[in-house]
């Protein structure tokens, strides 16, 4: 089980420049039992201020991290295991719409043991008032960062927790929307701790509490998109293309190409991510309990100036690959961050597993974040393009490609077969294909052939 701390240790542990917000508590404002008149509730309420200083479970305000402006929220477990009754509902509304107001992200720090049995169902409603006031966040523009202590459960982690754009918590925190106490008894703990949690695609990072104050600050830098100087109707300059990585020559022939690009000897993206970048942190997994490696996503810093990105690592891409490339790509739209995507892979995976994940319906998605992107995305091919599984997050009209690199419509083996070719056909399917790089540039399909950076 991981430390626990209260609302305000939490707060200090992450930054000393914080404003607390005071917000009207109406009706549920009261010495009462509440509204279900529980006998004993008022005298709980009671004992739970004695033992904390708090009035409530959640403390809300103005903060800075590592620069930038946030409204912060952080839950006092102390106070009732950190549950939502109304007057919790009232503080996280209130939380929301200061951000909205101000333009500002919104950090929680989250403990929480779920919605207040003592409030029956005004309690649990409240979880509506929060994801709808969410909802308004988010379509104003500004980001939702969440930090997961012990415990996150309930509707705590089905709102503010898993409702968020990035997910962090630390380790060994107790996550889930089974509390403890409810789950099944022959239940995996790993599965509701952060670590599983992470596995399973759920959260972005499992952070260690000495770097989450910079891992927090990082990640406010990160998802602010800077005012340009011809105001907020100009349009955002798409992300610079990456030098190549590699000092090879233009293949003869098709096969030629493939063959350069299906070398082991290749520079692959995680050398061209760390090339590009000055600092970067990654958003994992799709939110529906998949992950692939095989496809790199998350923000970086380049220069001073964000940019998300998406690149694969020329492994076939699975499922959960093309749903967080899509996330991701949705998320840098709503903040006006560009889009970098490279592209190596010999294409969707297309096996069982990957067919009962839904591929279809995550390659479709990709490509629908692509098309539907409302800031520039920028496209280098640095290894193999195989087929729509790399079409997907190809972006129309700003593509570029290396020299060992190709692009195909299908792979030249494959289209052999298709066409009953003999084996020793593969070459010359290859030069038909028309996949080398410069083939790419005069058809149209990229715009230009780049080359190392001392060219």
């Known amino acids: 089980m991981a430390d626990r701390m209260g ?48 009035d409530e479970s959640v403390v809300h305000g103005l903060a800075s991290l590592g620069g ?25 509304v209130a939380a929301y719409e200061a951000a909205r107001r101000r333009g500002l992200p919104l950090v929680s720090l989250i403990a929480t043991g779920g919605s207040r049995m003592q409030e029956g169902m005004v309690a649990l409603t409240q979880l509506q ?93 990160a998802l602010h998109a800077p005012k340009t100087p011809d105001g907020p109707d100009a349009p955002v300059p798409p992300a610079p293309v990456p030098d190549a990585l590699s000092v090879t020559g233009l293949p003869a022939t098709g096969w030629d190409a493939v063959q350069q690009a299906r070398s082991a000897a290749r520079p692959r993206a995680e050398a061209y991510l760390d090339a590009y970048f000055d600092h970067r942190l990654p958003l994992v997994g799709d939110r529906c309990g998949g992950t692939d490696p095989g496809l790199l996503c ?28 899509a996330r991701v790509i949705r998320l840098a739209g709503r903040l006006g961050v560009p889009v970098l995507t490279l592209i190596d892979t010999p294409g969707a995976a297309n ?42 997050l190809a972006a129309p009209g700003n593509t570029h490609v290396t020299r060992d690199s190709y692009f195909s419509v299908i792979a030249p083996e494959l289209a052999a077969a298709i066409l009953k070719r003999a084996p020793d056909e593969v070459r010359a399917t290859a030069d038909q294909l028309r996949l080398r790089p410069q083939d790419l540039v005069e058809l149209g399909f990229a715009r230009s052939v780049v080359g190392p950076p001392q060219e």
């Open 129 to 221: 008032r929060v994801a709808r006031a969410s909802a308004r966040l988010r379509a104003a523009g500004p980001a939702q960062l969440a930090v997961l202590r012990d415990p996150t459960t309930g509707g705590g982690w089905a709102t503010l927790g898993a409702g968020a754009d990035v997910i962090l918590a630390l380790p060994g925190a107790q996550v889930g929307f089974a509390g403890s106490r409810v789950r099944p008894p022959d239940s995996d703990p790993h599965a509701y701790s952060a670590e599983g949690q992470l596995a399973a695609g759920q959260i972005d990072a499992v952070v260690p509490p000495e770097e989450l104050p910079g891992t927090v600050a990082h990640w406010l830098r």
């Open 68 to 92: 930038r402006h946030c409204v912060l929220v952080s839950f006092e477990f102390g106070f009732l295991g950190g549950s939502l009754g109304q007057r919790t509902g009232d503080r996280l």
């Open 298 to 325: 998350g923000f970086g810093r380049r220069e001073g100036r964000s940019i998300a990105y998406a690149a694969q690592c020329g492994t076939a891409t699975l499922p959960a690959g093309y749903r967080t490339a």
């Open 351 to 392: 096996d069982a597993a990957a067919e009962r994940a839904g591929a279809g319906a995550a390659i479709a998605d990709a490509f629908t974040a692509v098309a539907e992107a409302p800031v520039p995305v920028t496209t280098l091919v640095i290894g193999e393009g195989g087929s729509g599984g790399a079409l997907a």
């Open 7 to 54: 609302a305000r240790a939490a707060i200090a542990a992450l930054t000393t420049e914080f404003e607390e917000l005071t917000s009207g508590t109406g009706a549920a404002d009261d010495t009462g039992d509440g509204p279900l008149s529980w006998a004993g509730y008022a005298d709980s309420r009671a004992r739970a201020t004695a033992r904390t200083g708090e």
